[in-house]
C-alpha cells in the first residue's frame, strides 16, 4: 500500500509517498527506489488498482496525466480531451481509475468535470478513456450530487457503478433534504444517478468533528461483495455493512474505541484509516500504521504495521506489485 501525504506551506507545497506492506504479505515490494522517489518529487500519485498507477505531472497551467507501473518502470501517457487543454479550472475535476474488468490488457480513466458552479446541486459531466482503445467516451448523461460536497478522493466501484459519500459539514439548515450526509452512484452502463442513505446510527451527531467514508467490502469478484462505511468520531470506529442495495439496509459490524485496541502509544491521534482487502482496517497515527481485521469481531488482531514520516495528512492508497501492461504506447519512467 502506498501512504500519502501533502504538506503545504508559504513556499511550496511538500509531498511524500511511501510504500508499506501489510501483515500478511511482509515480503517487501519490487518497486525501485529511484520510482518512488519520482513519485514523491516529480508527480501526483492520484489512483491505484491492480498495479497500475495513475499519476498527475505537477504542472498548475496544464492537466498531464499518466498510467504506469512501479514494478516495470513503464508509463503510458493519457490524451487529455481537447474540451479540457483550454482555459480550463481544473479545480473542479476529479479523476478516477477503474481495473475491475476482465481484460487485463485494459483500463478505464473516469473524468468527472463541474458543470454548474453557481448552483446548489452540482452535474459534472463524466469523460471516460479506455486504455486499450486510446480514446475518451463522453457519457449521455451527467453525475447529479445534490447539495453537498462529495469526497471522490475515495470512491468505491461497485455493482457497476462508482459511489462516493459526501461531507457532513453544517451548511444546511434542517429542513432542507441535504441536511444529512449520503451517497451518490453513477452507474458507468447508463449514466443514471441514485442515492443511498446512510444508517440513521451514522447520521446521528456527524456534524461536527466527525470523519465518515465508503470502502469495498469483501473480495470485489465475489457475489457477497458490497460497501462498508467506516465513522470516525470522538476515537471510536463504527462500521456498517450495506446488506441491500434498494432499500439502503445497512448492518452494524462492529463498535470500538481507539484507546480498547491497546495501541502501544498513549494518547493516539488517528489521522487517517481505509478498508483494505476487504475486511481489514488499516489506520495511521502521527507516527504509526496499524491493521486491525474484521472477520472475526470476538478475536480482533492489532498489529502494528510500521512507523511512517508522513505527519498529520495522510492518505492510504491500496496497491499490489503486477507485470500488468500499461498499453502499447508504454515507455520507460523518467527515473
Not at 468527472?112 to 486510446?134: A, D, L, R
Not at 446512510?198 to 457475489?223: Q, R
Not at 463504527?238 to 459490524?253: G, M, V
Not at 492489532?302 to 504506447?329: K, M, P, W
Request: hydrophobic content about 35%.
Amino acid at each position: 500500500m502506498f501512504l500519502h501525504s501533502t504538506r503545504e506551506n508559504k513556499a511550496k507545497v511538500r509531498k511524500r509517498v511511501e510504500l508499506h506492506s501489510l501483515p500478511k504479505e511482509k515480503q517487501s515490494s519490487g518497486v525501485p527506489n529511484n520510482v518512488l522517489t519520482f513519485l514523491s518529487n516529480s508527480v501526483s500519485v492520484l489512483a491505484s488498482c491492480n498495479g497500475l498507477v495513475l499519476c498527475r505531472t505537477i504542472n498548475d497551467d496544464s492537466l498531464d496525466l499518466f498510467i504506469c507501473n512501479p514494478i516495470t518502470k513503464s508509463r503510458s501517457s493519457i490524451p487529455i480531451p481537447e474540451s479540457l487543454q483550454i482555459n480550463d479550472n481544473f479545480a473542479n475535476i476529479n479523476i478516477m481509475l477503474d481495473c475491475s474488468r476482465s481484460n487485463l490488457d485494459d483500463y478505464s480513466v473516469l473524468l468527472f468535470k463541474e458543470t454548474n458552479f453557481k448552483e446548489w446541486s452540482p452535474t459534472y459531466i463524466c469523460n471516460v478513456y479506455h486504455g486499450k482503445e486510446g480514446a475518451w467516451k463522453t457519457m449521455v448523461n451527467s453525475f447529479s450530487l445534490g447539495g453537498r460536497d462529495m469526497k471522490f478522493d475515495m470512491a468505491v466501484f461497485h455493482n457497476k457503478a462508482i459511489h462516493v459519500i459526501s461531507d457532513s459539514a453544517i451548511y444546511f439548515t434542517k429542513s432542507s433534504a441535504f441536511y444529512d450526509p449520503y451517497i451518490m452512484s453513477y452507474n458507468l452502463e447508463n449514466g443514471t444517478s441514485s442515492l443511498l442513505k446512510l444508517p440513521t446510527e451514522a447520521i446521528k451527531d456527524c456534524h461536527n468533528m466527525c470523519n465518515m467514508s465508503i470502502f469495498n467490502w469483501g473480495k470485489v469478484t465475489s457475489s457477497n461483495s458490497s460497501i462498508c462505511l467506516v465513522k470516525l468520531r470522538d476515537s471510536v470506529f463504527t462500521i456498517w455493512i450495506l446488506k441491500d442495495y434498494k432499500s439502503s439496509s445497512w448492518e452494524k459490524l462492529l463498535e470500538v474505541r481507539v484507546e480498547a485496541l491497546e495501541l502501544k502509544e498513549k494518547n493516539p491521534n488517528v489521522t487517517g484509516f481505509t478498508i483494505m482487502n476487504g475486511d481489514l482496517l488499516v489506520f495511521a497515527t502521527e507516527k504509526n500504521v496499524y491493521s486491525c481485521g474484521l472477520d472475526n469481531e470476538k478475536s480482533m488482531k492489532v498489529e502494528e504495521i510500521c512507523q511512517h514520516n508522513c505527519g498529520s495528512n495522510t492518505r492510504f492508497i491500496a496497491y499490489s506489485d503486477t507485470l500488468r501492461s500499461c498499453g502499447t504506447n508504454a515507455e520507460t519512467m523518467p527515473c
